[in-house]
């Protein structure tokens, strides 16, 4: 499996994530509304952000990770859980307006670091 580089406070970010098997992940302008309503909740504490574009079946956020003093205590450690409860927030509420169950998006999302 291959290592999954760990998000760092002060640095800077393009996170990915795809639809599962491609499937569309956004499928109207309601979609696009409520996931950029659920990203300024629950990425807001940790990182600024920069830049999101959503694509049908795909996105990408460019952040900058906060300063480790201005994170939350309980995401210190674990600066990718909000990103991971922003697309399983999203995924349930998708599922459930669109009748479906199971994974919107592929395994983990992707990121990758910006040097400035």
Same mark, same amino acid.
């Given at each position: 499996?291959?290592?999954? &580089? ?18 569309? /992940? +956004? ?13 300024? $909740?629950? /990425?807001?504490?940790?990182? &600024? ?11 990408? /956020?460019?952040?900058?990770? %906060? ?6 205590? &309980?995401? $210190? ?6 990103? @991971?409860?922003? +697309?399983?927030?999203?995924? $349930?509420?998708?599922?459930? %307006?669109?009748? %479906?169950?199971? @994974?919107?998006? %592929?395994?983990?999302? &992707? ?6």
């Amino acid at each position: 499996m291959e290592q999954v &580089k760990k998000l760092e406070a002060n640095q800077s970010y393009i996170i990915t994530h795809v639809g599962n098997n491609d499937e569309l /992940i +956004f499928r109207d302008q309601e979609n696009c509304r409520y996931f950029t309503e659920l990203m300024e $909740k629950h /990425i807001h504490p940790v990182a &600024k952000i920069l830049d999101c574009e959503m694509h049908l079946n795909r996105l990408e /956020i460019k952040v900058r990770i %906060r300063p480790v003093e201005e994170i939350p205590e &309980k995401y $210190k450690t674990k600066i990718y859980q909000p990103f @991971s409860n922003l +697309f399983n927030s999203y995924t $349930k509420a998708f599922n459930k %307006r669109y009748d %479906r169950t199971g @994974s919107l998006f %592929r395994v983990r999302f &992707k990121r990758e670091e910006i040097i400035e």
